[in-house]
C-alpha cells in the first residue's frame, strides 16, 4: 500500500521552477508531521523541509529562501515548491511522515528532478 505518492518531478534548466506534489494516504494521522527529502547522487540522502500540522515549517539551509513547503490538509496533499533552481538541487525527492520530528517514519517512492546547467 503506497501511503504517500510525489509527483511533478521533471528537468529543467538551472534558474528554473518546479511544483512537487505528494498525495497523502487518509490512512496516515493528520496530526503527523509531513517533510520532504533528497537523496543526490553520489551522496547521502538529506532532508529538505518540514511542517508540522500547526503549520510550522522549516528548511534547510541549503534551500532556504529558494522553496516554499505547504500542506492541504483538505486536499490531503503536501507541495514543495521550488524556484532558482540550481544544479546541484538534482536528486530524487521523497515524501515523508512521522509522529515526530524528522518526520520520516513513512516513505514515499520518490520524483526525480534533474537540474541542468
Known amino acids: 500500500q503506497v501511503l504517500l505518492a510525489e509527483s511533478g518531478g521533471g528537468s529543467v534548466q538551472a534558474a528554473g521552477s518546479l511544483k512537487l506534489s505528494c498525495v497523502v494516504s487518509q490512512d496516515i494521522d493528520p496530526q503527523y508531521c509531513l517533510a520532504w527529502f533528497r537523496h543526490p547522487p553520489g551522496k547521502g540522502r538529506e532532508w529538505v523541509a518540514s511542517?508540522?500540522?500547526?503549520?510550522?515549517?522549516s528548511y534547510a539551509h541549503s534551500v532556504q529562501g529558494r522553496v516554499t513547503i505547504s500542506r492541504d490538509n483538505a486536499k490531503h496533499t503536501l507541495y514543495l515548491q521550488m524556484n532558482d533552481l540550481k544544479p546541484e538541487d538534482t536528486a530524487k525527492y521523497y515524501c515523508?511522515?512521522?509522529?515526530?520530528?524528522?518526520?520520516?517514519?513513512?516513505w514515499g517512492l520518490g520524483t526525480q528532478v534533474t537540474v541542468s546547467s
Open positions: 515523508a511522515a512521522g509522529r515526530w520530528s524528522p518526520c520520516n517514519s513513512i
Open positions: 511542517i508540522a500540522n500547526d503549520g510550522r515549517v
